[in-house]
């Protein structure tokens, strides 16, 4: 049995699968314990029928982008671990990367046909070790810092001023498109040589299309009677600009 | 002594929200930690904790930095329930955060509210359960999708997700304040035109130019109140 066969082994899929379906299992709970609650407090259930199917609908096309990731580390690191990474902490772009970097340090590279046992292993805990702070800083000060911030609301709350609260969210929201689409922008301008306009021209022709496809359906589920479409919105737009980029390079 | 506070309901939902948010995250660490133990002990390979302290130092450093901004900047949209299971299931900006963002629009809840909190943990709940079961699925039927898949026509679109995505987003938030948007987009693409290797650091970039946006916004919404 080749490392390779060994990484896709059943024991490999046993122990990833087990990981995999503990946080299934705590989706599930986190999202009976929140839907209870929201009932409890009153919460119109269709509004959150509406949250959970939006989500549903805006998650498929992603997760299909995912997956592409798992078969892509595949190739090197067998598809039980990938596939454990991606549904549960890992991040797309941060993967192979950090992968990459542990390959490095051992004195090899992410290939397949040069994987050993101990440099698979040095690679997984690596890749567990880089990314595990989010759930370390949440777990030692998420509780502290929202009461911090929740005091800060509701002093606002007494004064009967508007929040600033939503704009910020809104305007932080802003400023992370901004920053992707500036980087397309900078990539198609001075990506192939300083203002050589030769660069990726792709990432920003599938944002435009998006975009103008978003801009129909927003205006289309403004009427009363195709409300429903603003649930599939953003899936459908991106469909629609993922679709440019196979138009454009065929 | 202590006292006993009396407690609203949503204040002991909260409450029991952080106890167990807390547990199921050191839990997960413990498996994610002890997974490649196990799988050495399997493979016959434990491993090699010098190598991986070395790499971590190369590039872990800087996703220790990136996580205490994501932390920063993602809890209080997140909330607590929507925060513990975001930075257990994991892909935050590509995914997760503009999924809740869209969810939390939708119904109109406004942050920091219970309504806000209930819905981002739905949404986000919803979002992962998705992810794994397309995963799943996608892992079953490996061996017949990959041709699909994997076929060279449907490469530039799996390579321009995220574009897709910010385009999309692009719109929603862009509408709400054409004039705020402008400034940041105008600056960052100036800034990627004139240093294109920045584009390898997008996520760092994310923090300035959200500063900037906040820093515009704060100033309009001082000046509104006054007025």
């Known amino acids: 049995m080749t490392v390779l066969e060994q990484l896709s082994s059943g024991t490999m899929y046993l122990i990833c699968g087990v990981i995999v379906a ?3 299992m705590v989706c599930v709970i986190f999202m009976v314990r929140a839907w209870r609650a929201g009932k409890a407090l009153g919460m119109d259930t269709t509004r959150m029928k509406q949250a959970v199917t939006a989500s549903v609908t805006f998650s498929i096309l992603p ?31 941060y993967e192979t990367q950090v992968a990459q970097a542990a390959a490095e340090q051992l004195g090899g590279t992410l290939r397949g046909e040069s994987m050993t046992a101990g440099a698979f292993s040095t690679i997984a805990f690596l890749m567990s070790v880089c990314i595990m702070w989010g759930m370390i800083f949440t777990t030692l000060f998420g509780k502290k810092y929202l ?78 009677s195709m409300r429903w479409l603003d649930s599939f919105s953003i899936a459908a737009s991106m469909l629609l600009g993922m679709a440019a980029a196979v138009i454009a390079h065929l | 002594m202590k006292q006993n506070k009396a407690q609203t309901p949503y204040e002991d939902y909260l409450r029991a929200t952080h106890r167990l948010g807390r547990a199921v995250s050191m839990i997960t660490l413990a498996l994610l930690l002890g997974a490649p133990f196990v799988m050495g002990g399997y493979l016959g390979a434990m491993p090699n904790l010098a190598a991986a302290a070395r790499g ?42 503009p999924c809740a963002m869209n969810a939390r629009d939708m119904v109109g809840a406004k942050s920091g509210t219970a309504e806000n909190e209930i819905i981002s943990t739905l949404s986000i709940a919803a979002s992962s359960l998705v992810t794994i079961l397309v995963l799943a699925l996608g892992v079953l039927l490996l061996t017949p999708l990959r041709p699909v898949l994997g076929s060279p026509a449907l490469q530039p679109a799996f390579a321009n997700v995220v574009p897709a995505l910010f385009g999309a987003m692009a719109y929603k938030y862009y509408r709400k304040d054409v004039k705020l948007a402008l400034v940041p987009l105008i600056i960052m693409a100036v800034l990627f035109t004139l240093a294109p290797s920045l584009t390898g650091s997008t996520s760092f970039m994310i923090i300035p130019s959200g500063a900037l946006a906040i820093g515009l916004s704060y100033l309009k919404f001082r000046r509104e109140a006054k007025a």
């Open chain 2, 56 to 97: 971590f130092l190369a590039v872990g450093l800087v996703w220790t930095v990136s996580s205490v901004v994501e932390f920063l900047v993602y809890t209080p949209m997140l909330g607590a329930g929507g925060s513990y299971l975001a930075f257990i299931t994991g892909n935050l900006i590509n995914m997760k955060i």
């Open chain 1, 22 to 24: 503990f946080v299934a």
């Open chain 1, 147 to 224: 009461a911090r911030l929740s005091r800060g609301n509701e002093n606002k709350a007494g004064s009967d001023k508007p929040s600033f609260g939503d704009k910020a969210m809104t305007a932080m929201f802003i400023g992370m498109v901004s920053a992707y689409l500036g980087s397309y922008i900078g990539a198609y301008i001075s990506g192939a040589g300083a203002f050589a306009l030769k660069g990726d021209w792709t990432p920003l022709l599938v944002a435009l299309v998006s975009a103008l496809s978003m801009a129909c359906f927003t205006a289309l589920s403004e009427k009363k």
């Open chain 1, 63 to 93: 997760s299909v982008g995912i997956l592409l990731g798992v078969i892509a580390l595949s190739g090197s690191l067998g598809i039980p671990w990938p596939w454990l990474r991606l549904s549960v902490i890992g991040a797309l772009h």
